[in-house]
């Protein structure tokens, strides 16, 4: 089975007219390109990258803060109901082989945070200025960049076994 390519997008819930319309073109141009988005499920950002991934026929997998999967915006095709709280913010994150910043509050803060500490690349668009984020100038640029860095991380360390005994010939 070919597991994919899956990338988080991360941004404020109360986003601008400008992170929205950034965010509903990275989530398209991920989705036109095979990759599973990953988001937290909820609006702004969130819901923006999750409306242009559906829109090209992509998976979208929100996984939610709360413990209700009905509170997922309309566009997430796998809502993942916590009940963590932002400690979900972990999950996105590790959940992804690569990271899309557009914008940023403080709860995308704690997103950043935790990629760099685990490693996953980050490619970001107008948000946190810190060093190991790759910065992108338009959306085309972040989602070609996101998708090079994810599977050149991929290719680096395969994701494991299904669990499920190989065959006996």
Do not use: F
């Not at 559906?54 to 009940?83: C, E, F, K, Q, Y």
Request: overall charge negative.
């Amino acid at each position: 089975m070919a597991l994919g390519t899956y990338v988080a997008v991360v941004g404020p819930g109360d986003a601008s007219a400008e992170q929205i319309a950034a965010a509903e073109a990275v989530g398209q141009g991920l989705a036109e390109h095979g990759a599973t988005v990953v988001c937290g499920g909820l609006g702004g950002v969130m819901a923006a990258a999750c409306r242009g991934a559906a829109a090209a026929g992509g998976m979208t997998v929100g996984i939610l803060p709360g413990s209700d999967r009905a509170a997922a915006n309309h566009w997430v095709s796998v809502a993942i109901a916590t009940g963590l709280g932002e400690l979900r913010n972990g999950l996105v994150v590790r959940a992804a082989d690569a990271v899309v910043a557009v914008g940023g509050a403080y709860g995308t803060l704690s997103e950043l945070a935790l990629a760099l500490k685990t490693g996953v690349p980050i490619v970001g668009l107008h948000t946190w200025d810190i060093e190991g984020i790759e910065p992108a100038a338009s959306p085309a640029e972040a989602v070609e960049r996101a998708l090079e860095v994810a599977r050149a991380r991929r290719a680096l360390s395969p994701p494991a076994s299904s669990g499920r005994p190989a065959s006996v010939g």
